[in-house]
């Protein structure tokens, strides 16, 4: 092989490499820019709202954006690679249901079993629109979340 063939192989593959890292990156980029969820105040997308890109894990939602989104969250637009989990309580936990494993608490604070079947987390998929969290009797529950990403 001449000199200059050898050279333009060479350059040919150094181009080729750099032309596949850069689209296997703008894909990767991709489809994390597609894991994400758009929360409003309320129903039908309406109200101040904020975006929260994935993966997330929010304990509370105390300060965020600079503003209290607890318990005032009523609707949700999910992007195509989120999977969002809203939780009725902070850090992401389920209490009540800790306490069924206590029936003498639960008596003594006059907690029955249908308390805690109705305390709970909700698990949304990608693509949801979720109108109202009336409908699932979670309006203005939210404390904790979660996104994960496909």
Known sequence: MKHNQKVFAQSFISSL?????????????AGKSDCWAEFYEDSQFKGKSFRVQ?????KNLVDEKGENWDKRIESIII??????TVYENKNLKLT???MAKHP?????????KQDILEDSEIILHPNSKIHSFGEYNFF???RSLKIECK
């Open 79 to 84: 992007g195509p690679k989120a999977t969002v």
């Open 54 to 58: 994935g993966p997330a894990y929010k």
């Open 96 to 98: 009540l249901k800790e």
């Open 104 to 112: 003498v608490l639960m008596k003594s604070l006059g907690i029955t």
């Open 17 to 29: 490499i750099i032309m596949v890292s850069l689209s296997y990156g703008a894909l990767a980029y």
């Open 140 to 142: 203005h529950k939210i």
